[in-house]
């Protein structure tokens, strides 16, 4: 199994423009989350889906901020338009059933975003 | 605001001695915990998890250790080596999603 495979690696774009994250999930997974990692706030959860369907965005810091999941095998999180202060790193990550219990959640290596 | 805390943000230890890593929590509906190990470029992998029906969990080098009573829990790790230097993740969820600290980054020097 390859993984949670996240694209790009790293994305360095001017404020005001579109990004687009993407997340293809560990095949048998119905649970996909998305995080941004900073220093001021460790690991925050935007988003989950469990089987494509969001359950809870109270994380999702603005209207700016979007993610969706057409199918189970792929999900994006779109920033539109970017900031300065959206610079992180955002990590994509799934489980099975939630996997509350066990091992947690696999994630991805994470998209380095920076806005300049 | 926070519900789990990781106070050090950083820790060296000496290798062969042992490392303790700290996490405090607010949310008393929290009944699992886990921590992640993070290295640098990579995302956080899974280290270990205790429940909140137990104190203690050890796996090889790893215990975790959990006192509900002060919401507190912590990692220790015995003996330390080079290979553990990372960031530590700790994680809690009172049933329906994992809440993350801040990290603390270990350094372990040979």
């Known amino acids: 199994d390859a993984g949670v495979i996240q694209s790009p690696r790293h994305e360095v774009t001017e404020m005001g423009q579109e990004v687009t994250l993407r997340c293809k999930p560990i095949s048998g997974h119905d649970y996909l989350f998305w995080y941004r990692q900073t220093m001021m706030r460790g690991l925050e959860l935007l988003i989950y889906f469990n089987n494509n369907v969001p359950i809870d965005d109270s994380g999702m810091p603005e209207d700016r901020f979007s993610a969706k999941m057409p199918n189970a095998s792929f999900s994006t999180l779109k920033i539109q338009p970017s900031e300065p202060r959206d610079s992180a790193v955002y990590f994509c990550a799934s489980s099975f059933g939630g996997a509350l219990r066990g091992g947690g959640y696999t994630f991805g290596s994470g998209t380095r975003l920076t806005v300049v | 605001d926070q519900q789990v805390k990781q106070n050090s943000p950083s820790l060296s230890v000496q290798e062969g001695r042992i490392s303790i890593l700290n996490c405090d929590y607010t949310?008393?509906?929290?009944?699992?915990f886990l921590w992640y190990k993070k290295y640098p470029a990579e995302g956080p992998t899974f280290l270990i998890s205790i429940s909140s029906i137990k104190d203690k969990n050890e796996d090889g080098r790893f215990t975790v250790f959990l006192n509900k009573s002060a919401k507190h829990l912590s990692l220790h790790i015995v003996p330390s080596q080079p290979g553990d230097s990372a960031v530590y993740f700790c994680?809690?969820?009172?049933?329906?999603?994992?809440?993350f600290g801040t990290g603390t980054s270990l350094t372990v020097i040979p």
């Open positions: 949310n008393s509906m929290f009944d699992y």
């Open positions: 994680a809690a969820s009172p049933g329906n999603q994992f809440y």
